[in-house]
């Protein structure tokens, strides 16, 4: 398992879980819903570093990032549409193809091609 800072990423989504909790208990004005939109957002970052160490999936993980973004935006008064989150997402995704596509290689070297045929043996 990759580490982050030394650490697995599980310890740090534990420990961002805690935080909220403690600053709720001790003042900061955040919803159940709020704390638990700040640990999906958690969550998807550190999927998306996670992704990035281990070079396997990192466009899912961008798009899972956003994604839990624009979701905590919302929860915190955002005020988009569906249609304008879809359109936003849509550009990420338009986006993270454009990037992968420069990423990927094929698995095995294409044919080689065959010279073609004197004419007396055709």
Not at 59 to 68: D, H, K, M, R
């Amino acid at each position: 398992m990759p580490r982050i800072f030394g650490r697995e990423p599980a310890l740090w989504l534990g420990l961002v879980a805690i935080v909220v909790k403690a600053a709720a208990a001790f003042g900061l004005d955040v919803t159940p819903d709020q704390q638990a939109l700040i640990n999906a957002l958690a969550a998807a970052l550190v999927g998306a570093v996670v992704a990035f160490m281990v070079h396997d999936g990192a466009a899912a993980a961008i798009l899972g990032l956003v994604q839990a973004a624009i979701a905590l935006a919302v929860g915190y008064g955002l005020d988009w549409s569906a249609d304008r989150q879809a359109v936003v997402m849509s550009l990420v995704a338009a986006a993270v193809a454009m990037w992968t596509r420069t990423q990927v290689t094929a698995p095995v070297p294409a044919p080689a091609q065959l010279p073609p045929l004197p004419a007396s043996r055709q």
